[in-house]
């Protein structure tokens, strides 16, 4: 297994020898070196210095894994790598031991490279340290220009470099009809924050990573949503069909610097309707929670390169979960190329509950992948980050006189008039070797309904939850008609938990066979009490007591006839909170402003589900001036969600919502 030795994280476990430390970017440096505008610099800078003669490199702030990782240090006449700190001494750099700033002098380079921006108010003080008459040059060389930057006085700042990758399909149908499309949906939070001219800057990378486009996106007035359909796109700059990577750069941003959006495939007469999260812009060493296809499924991954520079081959590979036998994808992956691995051929052993395991070497963001029913139908979901820094933590089984409940993963049970619903608890760290786990059946009154003791299930047990079984096996219903699981950490029997317990739901429409798939971890909800950063906020320091949800609706151009958003509103709670949310759905149009409230309570440990459409009236959906959204706003308690359509009886779509 080959890793690419860049620092996404702070004191990140790099490979290849490169010592993990203080990164002065630590999460900006590789998007600042990788950029698809610094990328072309960072090339030419190469290039120039491989004539240049002998080189020095002097690294204070050990950047040198990030920038070696995209541009190849060993085509230079490197003399040796000089740093500044006495703790980084006894490091070595292609094989050589570095060496401490004081004996730069000596070494004879004509040529000096800082490895750092903002590199002359920081170098200022020791230049007479360098080589007499030594040609200085910087990180500076590879900087993207200055009106794309938030804080201009520090580049590194994470509020410079808010970017993220979309996966995009646009495939034209038959004659010119339905076709295969994608759809970016987001909203202007930036400028709810302050920021006073925000702008996207978007790069389109085709599958071979050739660029079939770039430009500035000028965004919407402050809340207001936007969206990035790809048969706009393609439209606009006369593409042909394409599949591949949108790089999204939200410039001159305030308040977050995550760029955060709902992922939409529409199409082929509905049977492609889908809905995903956003990419994660980090690249992470593995991936967890992709479950095999049943026998009439074929499941396709979806490799986006998140870098300037090819994947080896033998790179990246799968392997089911539990299993040491890793099947490897033989091929490069060119720059920013975006790569379809078929599932079924790379592993085909594996079959539905099985779950696959992602070898992903920090090459690619969080992946897509596809499954498509015998049937022509389709559905997207993403894999989730497989932890390598976790370990089994024994606080965890004393949490209970605190915390409650402590950990809980809440999936919906959808409906159960117009839906079957199932569950599979999924491993998502690398030293986690059992999950001992309970499940909880919630009616959505907040009625417990029944409990499953799962045991403690080892990390190669893939035990599916189906709901309509277990009711019909227990002789129980759901009041309600819907609810919701909650998977809990159950030490009764013993092991090890870490706090990183997750579970994938299946969702089947009754009336179509038409599925999707969500997945997502566990967090502390709704206590007073703080165990490290939980229960979360997104904004301030924990506890994350309140809720701030953006919910995407359909809308008519997607599909003839139109789209209904379903959303699906759990109140989970470690303790015993408040006992009814003080929940207020708020209807906003084009413009980012508020033209109706509804409000609803929902009971604590219980859950809410509720259309749109009857939700609001014709008239106040009308208002929305043909495109919005709605807030779901909560200051009493902290609640999760998940957002999808309905066309009808003929597809769905569902997945967990996000906040700003």
Request: proline content about 6%; some cysteine; aromatic content about 10%.
């Amino acid at each position: 297994m080959t890793t690419l030795a860049i620092e996404t994280f702070k004191n990140a476990d790099l490979a290849h020898g490169w010592r993990p430390g203080n990164n002065a970017g630590g999460a900006t440096l590789f998007k600042a070196l990788g950029h698809p505008l610094a990328a072309p610099l960072g090339h030419k800078l190469i290039d120039e210095l491989a004539q240049a003669g002998p080189v020095a490199v002097f690294d204070p702030t050990n950047a040198v894994g990030n920038f070696h990782a995209y541009y190849d240090l060993k085509r230079l006449n490197v003399v040796g790598t000089y740093v500044q700190r006495v703790e980084d001494l006894g490091g070595k750099v292609m094989g050589e031991a570095v060496r401490p700033l004081s004996a730069l002098a000596a070494s004879g380079a004509k040529t000096v490279l800082v490895l750092l921006f903002d590199a002359e108010k920081i170098i200022a003080p020791f230049l007479h340290l360098f080589p007499k008459g030594a040609k200085i040059v910087s990180l500076d060389a590879m900087r993207i220009p200055d009106d794309m930057l938030t804080n201009k006085s520090n580049y590194l700042d994470p509020m410079n470099f808010a970017t993220n990758f979309a996966l995009m399909r646009e495939v034209k149908g038959a004659n010119g009809k339905d076709g295969l499309h994608t759809r970016v949906n987001s909203a202007n939070y930036w400028g709810l924050h302050g920021a006073a001219a925000p702008e996207l800057w978007l790069c389109l990378f085709g599958e071979d990573g050739t660029e079939l486009a770039s430009w500035r996106e000028a965004m919407p007035v402050a809340g207001a949503p936007f969206k990035l359909d790809s048969a706009e796109i393609r439209a606009r700059f006369g593409l042909q069909d394409f599949t591949g990577s949108l790089f999204i750069h939200a410039i001159r941003i305030k308040g977050h610097d995550v760029v955060k959006y709902a992922l939409d495939m529409y199409g082929e007469n509905g049977k492609a309707l889908t809905c995903s999260h956003d990419a994660n812009a980090w690249p992470a060493d593995f991936y967890a929670g992709m479950p095999a296809g049943d026998d009439d499924e074929q499941v396709t991954l979806f490799i986006q390169n998140s870098h300037p520079m090819p994947i080896p081959p033998h790179s990246v590979g799968l392997n089911i979960m539990g299993a040491q036998d890793i099947s490897w994808f033989g091929e490069a992956i060119a720059p920013f190329a975006t790569r379809a691995i078929s599932v079924n051929e790379l592993l085909p052993q594996a079959k539905w509950p099985d779950q696959i395991e992602i070898v992903a070497g920090r090459y690619f963001v969080r992946p897509r992948y596809e499954v498509k029913r015998a049937g022509g139908a389709r559905r997207m979901a993403h894999a989730n980050v497989e932890r390598t820094d976790l370990k089994p933590n024994p606080e965890i089984a004393k949490l209970a006189e605190h915390m409650g409940k402590g950990y809980i993963m809440p999936l919906p049970v959808l409906p159960r008039s117009e839906f079957a619903s199932v569950m599979l608890p999924t491993p998502m760290a690398t030293e986690q070797h059992e999950l001992p786990i309970r499940a909880d059946l919630i009616d959505g009154s907040g009625q417990l309904v029944a409990s499953k003791f799962l045991g403690r299930l080892q990390r190669r047990d893939s035990v599916e939850i189906n709901i309509e079984a277990w009711l019909k096996d227990a002789s129980l219903t759901l009041p309600s008609g819907y609810g919701h699981v909650e998977f809990l950490y159950d030490f009764r029997d013993g092991g090890d938990g870490d706090g990183w317990l997750h579970a994938l739901g299946r969702f089947e429409q009754k009336s179509s066979g038409h599925r999707a798939e969500t997945i997502f971890g566990a967090h502390i909800y709704n206590t007073a009490i703080i165990y490290k950063d939980e229960p979360q906020s997104y904004t301030n320091k924990p506890p994350g007591l309140t809720t701030r949800l953006f919910l995407r609706l359909g809308t008519a151009d997607m599909q003839a006839g139109g789209l209904d958003t379903i959303c699906h509103l759990i109140y989970p709670a470690s303790t015993q909170w408040h006992a009814k949310s003080a929940t207020s759905l708020i209807l906003h149009n084009a413009q980012g402003q508020p033209v109706t409230e509804k409000k609803i309570e929902i009971a604590c440990g219980g859950s809410h589900f509720w259309r749109l459409s009857e939700m609001f009236t014709d008239a106040e959906r009308a208002s929305m001036g043909g495109a919005g959204y709605v807030i779901i706003r909560d200051t009493t308690c902290r609640l999760f969600g998940f957002h999808g359509m309905t066309n009808g009886d003929e597809s769905f779509c569902l997945d967990h919502m996000f906040g700003f």
